[in-house]
C-alpha cells in the first residue's frame, strides 16, 4: 500500500478504516492525563492542599464567628424600641412595598394567607403576635414550613418595616382568608 492508499482491514462485510485521531486531541488527552497525575500526587500524597471537607469546616468557623460578633454587636430589641421605629414616617409604606415584593407570593396580598398562614387573625403559629416574635420570624424564618430567613437578605429597617406593615393590617377580614392556624392569642388585637 501506498501512503495515499487509505488503510482499512474488512471483517464480516465491515470495513474499517485506521484513520489517526486528530493531534491537538491527542495532546489535550495527554495534558489532562498529565494533570490528573499532579493533582493526584499533590492532594493525596503531598498534602498540598485542603480537602472538600476541611475548606468546608474553615468556611463554617467564619459564619460561627460572624455570627456570634454580629449578635453581640446588634442591640437589644425591646418592644418599646420596636414600638419607636414601627411608629417613624414612611415605615407602614416601606413595609407595604417589601411585604409585596417579598411576602405577597405565599401570604397572600392582603395578608390572608396562601402557602403560608393568615397574618391578619388572631391566631399564630410562631410567638405570640408580639413584635418582637413578628420581627424574629422575618429575620430567622421558618425552615420547617418552608420560609426563608430574610434576615440576611433585607436591610434591619426593611425588616422592622414589614413587622410594622403587618401589625397595620391586624384585625382586617381579607377575602378569602385561610383561616385559623396555630394558637388563639387574644389579647393580639389590643397591643
Given at each position: 500500500?501506498s501512503d495515499?492508499?487509505?488503510?482499512?482491514?474488512?471483517?464480516?462485510?465491515?470495513i474499517e478504516?485506521?484513520?489517526?485521531?486528530?493531534?491537538w486531541?491527542?495532546?489535550?488527552?495527554?495534558?489532562?492525563i498529565?494533570?490528573?497525575?499532579?493533582?493526584?500526587?499533590?492532594?493525596e500524597?503531598?498534602?498540598?492542599?485542603?480537602?472538600?471537607?476541611?475548606?468546608?469546616?474553615?468556611?463554617?468557623q467564619?459564619?460561627?464567628?460572624?455570627?456570634?460578633?454580629?449578635t453581640?454587636a446588634?442591640?437589644?430589641e425591646?418592644e418599646?424600641?420596636?414600638?419607636?421605629?414601627?411608629?417613624?414616617?414612611?415605615?407602614?409604606?416601606l413595609?407595604?412595598?417589601q411585604?409585596?415584593?417579598?411576602?405577597a407570593?405565599?401570604h397572600?396580598?392582603?395578608?390572608?394567607?396562601?402557602?403560608?398562614?393568615?397574618l391578619?387573625?388572631?391566631?399564630?403559629?410562631?410567638?405570640?403576635?408580639?413584635?418582637?416574635?413578628?420581627?424574629?420570624?422575618?429575620?430567622?424564618g421558618?425552615?420547617?414550613?418552608?420560609?426563608?430567613?430574610?434576615?440576611?437578605?433585607?436591610?434591619?429597617?426593611?425588616?422592622?418595616?414589614?413587622?410594622?406593615?403587618?401589625?397595620s393590617?391586624?384585625?382586617t377580614q381579607?377575602?378569602?382568608?385561610?383561616?385559623?392556624q396555630?394558637?388563639?392569642i387574644?389579647?393580639?388585637?389590643?397591643?
Amino acid at each position: 500500500m501506498s501512503d495515499k492508499q487509505e488503510k482499512y482491514h474488512e471483517y464480516d462485510g465491515i470495513i474499517e478504516h485506521d484513520n489517526p485521531l486528530p493531534t491537538w486531541w491527542l495532546a489535550t488527552f495527554f495534558i489532562t492525563i498529565i494533570f490528573a497525575f499532579i493533582y493526584y500526587i499533590h492532594y493525596e500524597m503531598g498534602g498540598g492542599g485542603k480537602t472538600l471537607t476541611e475548606e468546608l469546616n474553615v468556611a463554617m468557623q467564619e459564619i460561627d464567628k460572624t455570627k456570634a460578633s454580629a449578635t453581640s454587636a446588634a442591640p437589644m430589641e425591646t418592644e418599646e424600641s420596636l414600638q419607636a421605629a414601627f411608629a417613624k414616617d414612611g415605615v407602614v409604606a416601606l413595609g407595604a412595598e417589601q411585604y409585596t415584593a417579598k411576602c405577597a407570593s405565599c401570604h397572600g396580598p392582603e395578608l390572608g394567607g396562601l402557602i403560608g398562614p393568615d397574618l391578619v387573625d388572631k391566631y399564630w403559629i410562631h410567638g405570640k403576635g408580639t413584635r418582637m416574635d413578628i420581627v424574629k420570624v422575618i429575620r430567622e424564618g421558618v425552615a420547617e414550613k418552608g420560609m426563608p430567613p430574610w434576615g440576611p437578605v433585607m436591610k434591619k429597617e426593611e425588616i422592622y418595616a414589614v413587622a410594622a406593615f403587618i401589625l397595620s393590617k391586624k384585625g382586617t377580614q381579607p377575602a378569602g382568608a385561610k383561616g385559623p392556624q396555630g394558637e388563639p392569642i387574644e389579647d393580639y388585637l389590643t397591643k
